[in-house]
């Protein structure tokens, strides 16, 4: 049984766009995934708001390096981590670019290279996942994402290069799904089931080099 482990935000958690309400694990893209996988086993560690390496100054917790180190340990031995993180950094309280994401996603690289996990058992390897770019935000999130689909831009591009010099894997979901019209930041149903479907022959190319 191989394991991996999707370090994500509300893009992975399954958030129905306009609404508080969660998808199914089987409609969330990492179930999806993990249903395409031959003896693969695919944990969540997905929380909504969550930045790459930024706090978050009205709630606690959404630095995705604060006890990350430790959660690779929780869930280890792993074979593969998955990092889709970044729309959060564009939220409108930040001044953030896609050059400032990325340096909070070579944070999390770094970190998950460095992590004490038991002797003997791998570091695993990783794979960066650029999540499709805002739209217009509308609805609640409005005025929280107000901006970042200008912020954002490019992120798919410095995440590829990132990728290649820390000796990642890479993929831009932006390549085959959009965020959802409703909201202009998450994914829907049909966006998942695609993510989920394209990540299959990626990731099972990686379990088996």
């Known amino acids: 049984m191989r394991h991996l482990l999707v370090y994500g935000d509300s893009l992975s958690w399954g958030i129905v766009p306009g609404t508080r309400r969660r998808l199914a694990f089987d409609q969330r893209w990492p179930g999806v995934?993990?249903?395409?996988?031959?003896?693969?086993?695919?944990?969540?560690?997905?929380?909504?708001?969550?930045?790459?390496?930024?706090?978050?100054?009205?709630?606690?917790?959404?630095?995705?390096?604060?006890?990350?180190?430790?959660?690779?340990?929780?869930?280890?031995?792993?074979?593969?981590?998955?990092?889709?993180?970044?729309?959060?950094?564009?939220?409108?309280?930040?001044?953030?670019?896609?050059?400032?994401?990325a340096s909070g996603m070579q944070a999390l690289v770094k970190a998950a290279r460095r992590a004490a996990i038991e002797p003997g058992l791998r570091v695993p390897d990783v794979l960066i996942v650029a999540p499709p770019p805002i739209q217009e935000p509308r609805g609640e999130?409005?005025?929280?994402?107000?901006?970042?689909?200008?912020?954002?831009?490019?992120?798919?591009?410095?995440?590829?290069?990132?990728?290649?010099?820390?000796?990642?894997?890479?993929?831009?979901?932006?390549?085959?799904?959009?965020?959802?019209?409703?909201?202009?930041?998450?994914?829907d149903a049909v966006a998942h089931q695609t993510l989920g479907q394209s990540l299959a022959p990626v990731v099972a190319k990686l379990l088996d080099a």
Do not use: W
């Open 33 to 101: 995934l993990e249903g395409l996988l031959s003896d693969a086993r695919v944990a969540e560690d997905c929380l909504n708001g969550r930045r790459t390496a930024f706090e978050d100054p009205f709630k606690p917790g959404r630095n995705g390096l604060a006890g990350f180190e430790q959660k690779l340990e929780v869930h280890s031995p792993l074979d593969l981590l998955i990092l889709m993180l970044g729309t959060n950094d564009f939220q409108s309280m930040h001044a953030h670019n896609a050059t400032h994401a």
């Open 141 to 187: 999130v409005e005025t929280k994402f107000a901006g970042g689909d200008r912020r954002c831009v490019g992120l798919a591009a410095e995440y590829s290069r990132l990728a290649k010099e820390m000796e990642c894997e890479f993929f831009d979901a932006g390549s085959v799904i959009e965020v959802s019209p409703t909201d202009g930041v998450h994914l």
